[in-house]
């Protein structure tokens, strides 16, 4: 990997590596190298759970185990790492063979949150807990600032039927727009429009239900639902 471009990924991390091996390996798919980064997801799926788990029982003191065990997942879960990848354009630094490049590795989404924990294991291997805490926490400190208990743990659709049926809104309408690129690496682009409150947002996925969820929580964000 290129000095300048190391760096400039350091910097969205949050992060300077000591050992740039360690930043490398972090970054290899099997598909490129035998020093792959799979034992460091390993190592990093564990830290992150007990980072995660040890933030939110400090911060929410009287929340029972189910309730807590709730908000832990929907922060480990793949859908918001594959976020987290995407905030730090992750798939433009990722070592990949030519074949996994062709059939959009640089997009699929268990690569990226794979990637992700990798770094994470990456960074405690190169320091130590203390600081691999704070920047993991800094990479969901906007996440910490918003979840409770309950409702942010369903996902974007079911939050968005629910608060409009609630409310007596007519339920969202998903249409596909289209779907740009070759049958390997398709992307949908879905609109989601709601004719009670004159609100449309577009979403883009890898297939149409992701897609769906991407259009339904920028309808949330627009309508200030968290």
């Known amino acids: 990997m290129k000095i300048d471009t190391a760096r400039t990924l350091q910097k969205k991390i949050g992060y300077i590596f000591k050992k740039n091996t360690l930043l490398q390996q ?3 798919h099997r598909s490129f190298s035998n020093k792959h980064n799979e034992r460091l997801e390993f190592l990093g799926d ?29 922060l480990v879960r793949g859908y918001t790492l594959v976020e987290i990848a995407n905030e730090f354009c992750l798939g433009n630094y990722l070592l990949l063979g030519v074949g996994e490049i062709k059939t959009g ?35 969901y400190q906007t ?16 939050r968005l039927q ?24 398709q992307e949908f682009i879905i609109y989601c429009l709601i004719h ?25 964000i627009l309508l200030n639902i968290v």
């Open 26 to 28: 972090a970054l290899t």
């Open 196 to 220: 009670g409150l004159n609100t449309q947002t577009i979403g883009r996925g890898t297939t149409r239900r992701k897609a769906e969820q991407s259009a339904a929580k920028k309808a949330l």
């Open 105 to 139: 590795g640089r997009k699929r989404e268990s690569i990226l949150s794979n990637t992700i924990e990798a770094l994470i294991g990456g960074i405690f291997l190169d320091s130590n807990i203390q600081t691999t805490y704070k920047t993991v926490i800094h990479w």
């Open 46 to 74: 564990s830290i992150l759970n007990y980072i995660i788990s040890d933030v939110l029982y400090r911060n929410f003191l009287n929340i029972a185990e189910g309730d807590l065990s709730q908000m832990r997942a929907s």
């Open 162 to 185: 629910e608060y409009l049926q609630s409310n007596r809104y007519p339920l969202p309408n998903y249409s596909l727009k289209e779907i740009q690129g070759e049958s390997h690496n």
């Open 143 to 158: 996440r910490l600032n918003i979840i409770q208990p309950g409702n942010i743990q369903k996902d974007p659709k079911t």
